[in-house]
């Protein structure tokens, strides 16, 4: 399993300038604690209706090998529940049936998501840290 402290998660969840259609924004991923399968590969997943906001999941690295029986589709029921159960939904009801919608981190997922693997974030805070060191 991927190995990441609070100081790596500190930096991935830093506020960040992202761009969507050619119009620049200001994000702060989220890094979800709970990791599914063997949790060797990070993945940015990205639900449509609040890019470029994104979270972040250490999830099976086997799940994404194309020659495999098994692959992420078989697994987003599990991921979609791992990040609602530590940001919420968007859309629920309060205690007097009212339609209620949250901002980010909810989950929205009504209109799909997307993914990538982002394993190239730790090197990438690996590299930051040991040029400080320096």
Same mark, same amino acid.
């Given at each position: 399993?991927?190995?990441? =402290?609070?100081?790596?998660?500190? #930096?991935?969840?830093?506020? @960040? %300038?992202?761009?969507?259609?050619? @119009?620049?924004?200001?994000?702060?991923?989220?890094?979800?604690?709970? %990791?599914? =399968?063997? =949790?060797?590969?990070?993945? %940015?997943?990205?639900?449509?209706?609040? &890019?470029? *906001?994104?979270?972040?999941?250490?999830?099976?690295?086997? #799940?994404?090998?194309?020659?495999?029986?098994?692959?992420?589709?078989?697994?987003?029921?599990?991921?979609?529940? %791992?990040?609602?159960? @530590?940001?919420?939904? &968007?859309?629920?009801?309060?205690?007097?049936?009212?339609?209620?919608? /949250?901002? #980010?981190?909810?989950? *929205?997922?009504?209109? =799909?998501?997307? #993914?990538?693997?982002?394993?190239?974030?730790?090197?990438?805070?690996?590299? &930051?840290?040991?040029?400080? /060191?320096?």
């Amino acid at each position: 399993m991927l190995n990441i =402290g609070p100081e790596m998660i500190s #930096w991935l969840e830093r506020k @960040q %300038a992202a761009y969507l259609w050619g @119009q620049k924004s200001f994000i702060k991923p989220v890094f979800i604690e709970h %990791a599914l =399968g063997n =949790g060797d590969l990070l993945l %940015a997943v990205t639900p449509l209706n609040t &890019r470029p *906001n994104y979270y972040l999941i250490r999830i099976d690295s086997n #799940w994404l090998k194309k020659d495999d029986t098994e692959t992420i589709y078989d697994h987003l029921d599990e991921i979609e529940d %791992a990040i609602e159960e @530590q940001c919420g939904r &968007r859309d629920y009801e309060d205690d007097d049936g009212n339609e209620c919608l /949250a901002e #980010w981190p909810a989950l *929205n997922i009504n209109s =799909g998501i997307s #993914w990538c693997n982002s394993n190239d974030l730790i090197e990438a805070f690996r590299t &930051r840290k040991k040029k400080k /060191a320096a």
